[in-house]
């Protein structure tokens, strides 16, 4: 069973780009040492029945220490590129000075990455916000926003020369919405108004930082990390149609047009506005500022049908369809829609497909790890991007997440979503079949 794309894809020409991405919390482990801080994970896995079976970052992929290794690993792979993300509460202390030792970690995991010929996509912000800015209000607190500016100049000014492209922040959605609306996520709040104004926060951070990082890193590419799932009405009657644009409002379009349009959805004005952050003159534009990039996490579709207090409520799709161990289902079409949708709304920068795969319940069997699953996901959503790319869609490159099995947040280790399988017990790495098929297509572009 292998990858395969289309002989003629620009996909498998030099300038597009192949990766494969982690993050500090899912990966690192040693929460203890150089210096870290706490950070808000640390404290929600500390909370019981938050995370599956009680699990939290302490050793994770032990990455802090076995980063040369990972490195190897990551050329084995036969990738252009590798995105990772920094750790704010190592290498920013309670007085917003630097914090040196955490920034060796970075120094020298870069260093590394760059000596081995990779291509380095850094995120500054991958949900680990440090504990003492949580507890006076995190992202609630507009001063976190211009915190986060500060920390993105100790980052910026520091690591530059390493760094390829730095993404201000990993999926605002979840970070607002899954943290402080939902309380699924870290912090774990959840009011109704809370998750857009964490939202609105974030987004100013995000406009904040870009002009320091700009001066700070002036060759480096600079953009943001958004998620999205493609949206479908459960029927054709009207109201699970509104249903449909609402969710597709309130977890797409939500922050997508503020960054690119400077404008939170109109349609909120009439029909939620209690949906609306509270927004101080000039913060749009401080958003919408232009970027050279923008990054796409896309793993699965929802369907939802009209609920008189919600708007809407996910329900599942009635047709006979193949879901990952997640749950969530396997929809490639959905996909392509959606990225040709947002070419169509928007005038979007060149994007990256910055996160994509597959959670498998995967075993070692003689030493294998045949995730035929997988490989059919990864083949499925790679075509997927190829013919959003034939529709004139502007896709620079494409990241599997994950280089290997990590914390998967709330779900604790209990989920595998990696290219490499990882034995929690000892530490060791084994690539799985999916690891090999990915290597093989991309090696075949040399061939
Ligand atoms: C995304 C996160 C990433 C990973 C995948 C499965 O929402 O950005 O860290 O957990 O989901």
Not at 129 to 157: C, M, S
Not at 192 to 207: F, S, T, V
Not at 220 to 228: D, P, T
Not at 294 to 313: I, S
């Amino acid at each position: 069973m292998s990858i395969t794309l289309p002989s003629n894809s620009k996909m498998l020409t030099s300038d597009f780009i192949f990766g494969v991405a982690t993050a500090s919390f899912q990966i690192e482990g040693a929460t203890n040492v150089d210096n870290r801080l706490p950070s808000i994970w640390d404290t929600f896995c500390a909370i019981p029945g938050k995370v599956k079976g009680a699990d939290n970052g302490d050793q994770a992929c032990d990455h802090y220490h076995l980063w040369k290794e990972d490195i190897q690993l990551i050329k084995h792979l036969g990738v252009d590129a590798y995105r990772l993300s920094i750790a704010w509460p190592r290498v920013m202390d309670e007085k917003g000075e630097a914090n040196q030792a955490g920034l060796n970690f970075y120094r020298n995991l870069l260093t590394g990455l760059k000596a081995e010929g990779l291509k380095v996509f850094v995120t500054l912000y991958h949900w680990d916000l440090p504990q003492h800015l949580e507890n006076k209000g995190g992202w609630l607190n507009r001063e976190t926003a211009y915190q986060f500016k500060q920390y993105a100049d100790i980052v910026t000014k520091e690591l530059a020369e390493w760094v390829d492209s730095w993404a201000t922040f990993n999926e605002p959605f979840c970070a607002a919405i899954l943290g402080y609306e939902l309380g699924i996520h870290a912090p774990g709040l959840s009011e109704p108004e809370y998750g857009r104004q964490a939202a609105h926060h974030i987004l100013l951070a995000h406009g904040l930082a870009l002009p320091v990082i700009r001066k700070n890193a002036p060759t480096s590419q600079v953009g943001i990390v958004l998620n999205m799932n493609r949206s479908y009405a459960a029927s054709e009657k009207a109201e699970d149609q509104f249903a449909c644009l609402m969710r597709e409002t309130l977890d797409n379009q939500f922050f997508i047009e503020p960054l690119i349009k400077g404008q939170y959805p109109q349609l909120l004005k009439t029909v939620a506005p209690h949906y609306l952050p509270t927004i101080l003159p000039g913060d749009m534009d401080i958003i919408a500022q232009p970027m050279d990039f923008l990054g796409m996490n896309f793993y699965t579709c929802n369907h939802n049908a009209y609920d008189a207090e919600a708007m809407f409520k996910n329900v599942k799709n009635t047709e006979q369809v193949e879901y990952t161990d997640i749950g969530w289902e396997i929809a490639p079409h959905a996909f392509t829609e959606l990225l040709v949708n947002l070419h169509k709304q928007y005038d979007l920068p060149p994007l990256y497909i910055t996160e994509n795969g597959a959670a498998c319940a995967d075993e070692i069997v003689d030493g294998e790890i045949n995730d035929e699953q997988r490989i059919r996901y990864l083949d499925g959503h790679l075509n997927a991007v190829n013919l959003a790319m034939e529709s004139g869609v502007d896709i620079r490159g494409y990241f599997a997440w994950s280089l290997m099995d990590n914390f998967e947040w709330a779900e604790g280790y209990s989920k595998r979503f990696g290219l490499t399988y990882v034995d929690y017990q000892t530490q060791e790495r084994t690539i799985k079949r999916s690891g090999h098929a990915y290597r093989a297509l991309l090696n075949s572009r040399h061939a």
